[in-house]
């Protein structure tokens, strides 16, 4: 058994991607018709459905999803956490067709021009909500903001943080640092947790390989050991460098195939 922790869907006559290329090859509709035949083909069983963008009407729509296809087993959603009422939206979205499916929360912040936008007041409010919710909060983030997140995990202890990507490394230039310092600090609080996932985008879609990847798995593997390590496609996006197949065989290289970072991760820290 395979968990896929990490994967997006979207429908462009529903709602368009604007972050999305006009000329890019995943500039088309992606539905879990085309997800289905992918993981069955790689052995995954059970995913993860990740928010796209920040609207509102996205997470109801993705719970929906997960309340009619047993393959979707959670759902990382959106809601604006500077939002006064936040806890109640939260309360709100658990109620919904498919509430039971909401595992967490998500927010571009790699977008926020504040690389301290994590530690502003009512964000921290926001977190706190997210916390009592029993939900856990995804980290999208640049290497930039990997301070930011390390003060934020220090200061919600009670909320499990899951870096996406591992804070997209630098792959495609070759640097280590000072991401890996700033991830060994992040990994060093026991309620974050790291995604071995995006890893093929952040290196040269085109000619990447599993060695320019390794240095930065590996740093992944020892700072936050396989525990607090999952592993997810990134599907579609993924498909900018590799197949759904090539993502998970890579994975497996890289790390091994510890069913802890392939399964037993992931069903803990989503309760899927």
């Not at 020892?222 to 498909?239: E, K, N, T």
């Not at 090539?246 to 890289?254: I, K, S």
Request: aromatic share 6%; glycine share 6%.
């Amino acid at each position: 058994m395979t968990v896929d922790a990490h994967h997006h869907l979207w429908d462009l006559a529903v709602r368009d991607q604007d972050w999305i290329a006009e000329d890019s090859p995943i500039r088309r509709d992606f539905t879990v018709a085309d997800l289905a035949p992918e993981a069955a083909a790689a052995g995954v069983d059970r995913t993860v459905l990740v928010q796209t963008i920040t609207v509102a009407e996205e997470t109801p729509e993705f719970l929906e999803l997960a309340d009619t296809h047993d393959l979707i087993a959670g759902v990382v959603g959106w809601t604006d956490l500077t939002r006064p009422d936040v806890a109640d939206e939260l309360a709100r979205l658990r109620e919904l067709p498919g509430g039971r499916h909401l595992k967490g929360i998500r927010h571009q912040v790699q977008g926020e021009p504040d690389p301290h936008w994590l530690l502003r007041a009512d964000v921290r409010r926001g977190l706190a909500a997210v916390a009592e919710a029993g939900l856990v909060y995804d980290l999208l983030v640049l290497p930039h903001q990997l301070p930011a997140c390390v003060k934020a995990a220090e200061a919600l202890p009670q909320l499990t943080f899951v870096l996406d990507h591992l804070g997209k490394p630098p792959i495609a230039s070759g640097a280590l640092e000072p991401w890996a310092a700033d991830l060994r600090a992040l990994a060093a609080h026991p309620n974050t947790v790291g995604k071995l996932s995006g890893l093929v985008t952040e290196a040269d879609p085109a000619t990447w390989t599993i060695d320019d990847l390794r240095p930065y798995a590996d740093v992944a593997l020892d700072a936050f050991g396989p525990d607090r390590l999952m592993f997810g496609s990134d599907w579609p996006v993924c498909g900018l460098a590799a197949t759904y197949g090539e993502v998970l065989d890579t994975a497996r290289a890289l790390v091994g195939p510890d069913t802890r970072v392939f399964e037993t991760t992931a069903t803990r820290v989503y309760d899927l």
